[in-house]
């Protein structure tokens, strides 16, 4: 339990949503004789399967007991067993599946039933795999048996077989004599069996799921069989969009990354894509560095080595790739440039928080669709309205399995300014706003002025406590306790900031803005 003072109380963003898929069952017919051929398949990994998505079950007991028991050879008789009495698993939300990053290769899917095929259209629409080529058909595992008689098989194939452990057994056998040399494959059984699922592993199969098949535990299941063992993770991606010019989207992004970064802890990157207006250099006193220009050049160039001369250190914990701000060049950028430099700056630390521009074009659309987690900037007023409802139905719609992006209320409380309740506002979006940020001219106007965030700046002001608040609820982490009243002493391991000269901080700032280049 943390010893940090509670923040603001602020409306709780609820991530849970509920998909029913309710189809019948299609039977399939079993095999005719046995086979005990070894799989060819890629090499079983050793560890046990993930947490949740293993079919070990309550059964781990008694299947040490009879673990010697081998299984009989596959049956003569073309009689379809019944299904095993087993306990459907609910849509996990989009949070417990962690981070995933599969990469550009072609999914053969082989469907038994209505709904695991559902769920596999499901999952092939979803943002994680959109970089791969899904292929799906009906049929189980004679259908793909006779399909790679005469094709080359895919990196990864997922078959259905919903037979007794046996016949799955002897049909996985038979798929096996017609896959190439690496090939991944994914079963989908109805048996909850530490057995089978061990005797599979032996066989070479990648992974063991038991239906009902659901979209998330699909692209779970596919993103751990493709991580990058040279990558100690991915990191989770951020985008904060304006709805509008002026909604203060980019002091919100640089607050809460260095809240994210200052007060939680870890490691974050900010990834400033406003090529020409970027205001992430001023914003740390920093001089705008091209870094990002520079990334999106030669996006195939990229590695650790590169991404860390390109990066400016702000501090122990926060980095900043920032924008040219200048308009010497016309950008002309691919769409897969951005996705290649964000797929490659995720590597390098836990967090990686987008300050995208207000525009939209091919690549913000990519970009906000494939973020981990998107957040909404508006102000209290029409314009924000209409132009968040727009950007929240297209990002919905885009991320089926996600949960609606975040609503953020900036400058709220503007002398003589008409305003949208915060309440009525989220009605009409269909969302409640995560985070309410009171107008503070003065706090906000100090601290752009002195190259400084609000946590500095006015640590003890209703807005330092909202960013704080709003780091906690993006990061999914709480904060550390920390000694001292207030959380002071969590500052003790703060990295040194630029010290303010004699003459004022401004100065500096205005005269690294006009340096020439």
């Not at 004699?502 to 205005?510: I, R, T, V």
């Amino acid at each position: 339990m943390s010893t940090a003072p509670a923040p603001r109380a602020f409306e709780a963003f609820d991530d849970g949503f509920d998909v029913d898929l309710e189809f019948d069952a299609a039977p399939a017919g079993g095999p005719t004789e046995a086979s005990h051929v070894p799989l060819a398949f890629s090499a079983a990994p050793e560890a046990a399967p993930t947490p949740g998505y293993n079919p070990v079950g309550a059964v781990m007991a008694r299947a040490e007991a009879s673990l010697a028991e081998p299984y009989p050879a596959a049956p003569t008789a073309t009689a379809e067993p019944a299904l095993a009495t087993f306990a459907p698993t609910g849509l996990a939300p989009a949070a417990a599946i962690g981070e995933v990053s599969v990469p550009r290769i072609a999914i053969h899917v082989f469907a038994e039933r209505q709904d695991t095929l559902a769920a596999a259209e499901r999952a092939a629409q979803d943002r994680r795999l959109s970089r791969a080529t899904t292929q799906i058909r009906i049929g189980g595992v004679a259908a793909a048996v006779e399909t790679y008689q005469h094709e080359p098989t895919p990196p990864l194939i997922i078959v259905e077989c919903l037979k007794d452990p046996q016949t799955l057994l002897w049909e996985v056998d038979q798929l096996a004599e017609v896959c190439d040399a690496g090939t991944k494959v994914i079963v989908v059984g109805a048996t909850n069996d530490i057995i089978l699922f061990r005797e599979l592993m032996r066989r070479g199969v990648s992974e063991y799921v038991v239906a009902p098949l659901q979209p998330l535990q699909l692209i779970a299941a596919i993103g751990g069989l493709f991580n990058d063992p040279a990558q100690p993770f991915v990191g989770r991606t951020i985008a904060f969009v304006g709805a509008r010019g002026g909604a203060g989207a980019s002091a919100v992004a640089h607050n809460t990354a260095y809240a994210i970064s200052e007060r939680i802890g870890a490691n974050t990157v900010i990834v400033d894509y406003d090529l020409p207006f970027g205001t992430a250099g001023l914003d740390f006193n920093q001089d705008p560095l091209s870094g990002v220009a520079d990334a999106l050049g030669q996006p195939d160039r990229l590695d650790a080595t590169l991404l860390d001369r390109m990066m400016v250190r702000c501090t122990d914990k926060l980095s900043l790739f920032a924008a040219p701000a200048s308009l010497d060049a016309d950008w002309d950028i691919s769409t897969e440039a951005f996705e290649e430099v964000t797929t490659r700056i995720r590597a390098t630390a836990p967090f990686v928080v987008l300050d995208l521009p207000h525009l939209w074009s091919p690549w913000m659309r990519r970009t906000l669709i494939a973020a981990d987690e998107v957040v909404v900037v508006a102000t209290p007023d029409l314009a924000s309205l209409r132009n968040a409802k727009n950007m929240i139905d297209l990002i919905r719609q885009g991320r089926p399995n996600d949960a609606p992006p975040r609503l953020v209320l900036n400058q709220i409380g503007v002398p003589g300014r008409p305003e949208i309740p915060a309440k009525d506002f989220g009605a009409a979006l269909g969302v409640h706003a995560s985070l309410t940020i009171p107008f503070d001219a003065k706090t906000f106007g100090a601290a752009a002025n002195n190259g400084q965030m609000i946590l500095d700046a006015g640590s003890k002001t209703k807005a330092a406590e909202a960013f704080q608040t709003l780091a906690q609820i993006v990061s999914r982490r709480e904060l550390p306790a920390v000694a001292g009243p207030k959380g002071k002493g969590g500052k003790a391991g703060k990295a040194e900031r630029p010290a303010k000269p004699a003459d004022g901080a401004s100065k500096s700032l205005f005269a690294n803005m006009f340096k020439k280049r």
